[in-house]
């Protein structure tokens, strides 16, 4: 039987069309790669190349073995690659950037989900506002961003949207009485409020809310993180926006009071953001894949 050695040789010769080329590619000799392709014709009993000084040119059966190798070839390239793949998964490293909205809202529980389908998987969770994540996306700190929208990213990145959340306006019991009834957004702008620190998406998120009414958003006080707007509401320190779903237990309790506005809130997104020049592990890419799979 001829030796697989010889047909590896011959891929690379018809693929570069010179034996020069295919040896520096093998890392081999020009002298050596001519003998070999010497002993396949010879071996199948006919001329799989034509000479010439400019380099070499398949003959018809030369095309038509080709056409086989080049499957043989390709489909071990494809099992390399799973293999790799799988070696990935077994003790792969992911990097994560996520706002807080977004840990919360997504990313814990299906991060649950898939670290017990792949537990060898690494995870590095870093926590960022949004532009903070995009920066670090930017500079290749993170595989991608997690973060709710608004978010502004550059041209070579692309989102794709996981989930679509509420958010509500929140008073201590000190409001209690004031949220039994609607109110204009006008209303609230004379009372203390609770906002996050510019800079963040949520900031934006309500600045261009009260821009839309002719309402300037200037929170009385404000919090670094969205886990500390809560107690602070509880705490009857002011009244704030929310999300829904992470409010429910409190609201619950009766420790905070929905403030409903005739002003409808906007939605928010949480997105996954990738950055298209920067490729990323077979790890980091099965979780991107994981996401888009379960996104609702």
Wanted: glycine share 4%; aromatic share 10%.
């Amino acid at each position: 039987m001829i030796t697989y050695d010889y047909y590896r040789i011959f891929y690379y010769v018809a693929q570069y069309k010179s034996f020069t080329k295919a040896a520096a590619a093998l890392g081999n000799n020009q002298p050596n790669i001519t003998r070999c392709m010497n002993n396949l014709e010879a071996e199948l009993d006919c001329k799989l190349f034509l000479r010439s000084n400019k380099g070499v040119l398949l003959t018809p059966e030369g095309h038509k073995l080709y056409e086989h190798v080049a499957i043989a070839f390709e489909q071990l390239a494809l099992g390399e690659e799973a293999i790799i793949r799988n070696r990935d998964l077994e003790n792969g490293l992911i990097s994560i950037g996520a706002s807080e909205n977004a840990l919360r809202l997504i990313l814990l529980s299906e991060l649950e989900h898939f670290c017990a389908r792949y537990p060898h998987v690494r995870i590095r969770l870093l926590n960022y506002s949004a532009p903070q994540a995009v920066k670090a996306l930017e500079n290749n700190i993170i595989d991608f961003a997690i973060v709710s929208t608004p978010v502004l990213v550059h041209k070579h990145m692309h989102q794709e949207k996981l989930v679509s959340y509420d958010e509500i306006l929140l008073g201590g019991t000190k409001y209690k009485q004031f949220a039994q009834q609607v109110h204009y957004l006008e209303d609230i702008s004379e009372m203390p409020l609770i906002g996050l620190c510019e800079g963040s998406s949520t900031h934006t998120h309500y600045s261009r809310f009260f821009m839309e009414h002719d309402l300037p958003f200037e929170p009385d006080m404000e919090a670094a993180m969205t886990d500390q707007v809560l107690p602070m509401i509880t705490h009857n320190l002011g009244i704030g926006f929310y999300p829904k779903s992470l409010a429910l237990e409190a609201i619950e309790k009766e420790l905070v009071f929905p403030i409903e506005l005739t002003e409808p809130l906007p939605n928010r997104d949480v997105v996954v953001i990738t950055n298209n020049h920067t490729p990323i592990n077979s790890a980091a890419r099965r979780f991107l894949e994981f996401l888009l799979e379960n996104r609702k």
